[in-house]
Nanobody, 127 residues
Framework: QVQLVESGGGLVQAGGSLRLSCAASGRSSSNYVVAWFRQASGKEREFVAAISWGGSRIWYANSVKGRFTISRDNAKSTVNLQMNSLKPEDTAVYYC????????????????????WGQGTQVTVSS
């Protein structure tokens, strides 16, 4: 059973950068997918980006494409989300989630595809 723990949130001004990390413990396969979701106050949880543990698949939401980069460090068992050119609308609680079922799924962007979740980390972007 994989467990996920996020870190790296904080307060940043618009245009700034933050790097989130998701540490995975437990056994996982190369097709295990780790995704980042975010949930702003009063809104539904939305997909941000995802990567398979073997690195063969990477997905981004259109809203973050070109600004955010997802990567994995297998040696450290972490998945990182580098967030650049942050905007106030990026303010949310960011969660990492994992499941192997998402690898072959056409709905990899749905929270329902992921059974394992971290506790979340707050990201606040001031204008």
């Amino acid at each position: 059973q994989v467990q996920l723990v996020e870190s790296g949130g904080g307060l940043v001004q618009a245009g700034g950068s933050l790097r989130l990390s998701c540490a995975a413990s437990g056994r996982s396969s190369s097709n295990y997918v780790v995704a980042w979701f975010r949930q702003a106050s009063g809104k539904e949880r939305e997909f941000v980006a995802a990567i398979s543990w073997g690195g063969s698949r990477i997905w981004y939401a259109n809203s973050v494409k070109g600004r955010f980069t997802i990567s994995r460090d297998n040696a450290k068992s972490t998945v990182n989300l580098q967030m650049n050119s942050l905007k106030p609308e990026d303010t949310a609680v960011y969660y990492c989630a994992g499941d192997a079922a998402a690898y072959h799924s056409s709905t990899y962007y749905s929270p329902n595809e992921y059974r394992t979740w971290g506790q979340g980390t707050q990201v606040t972007v001031s204008s």
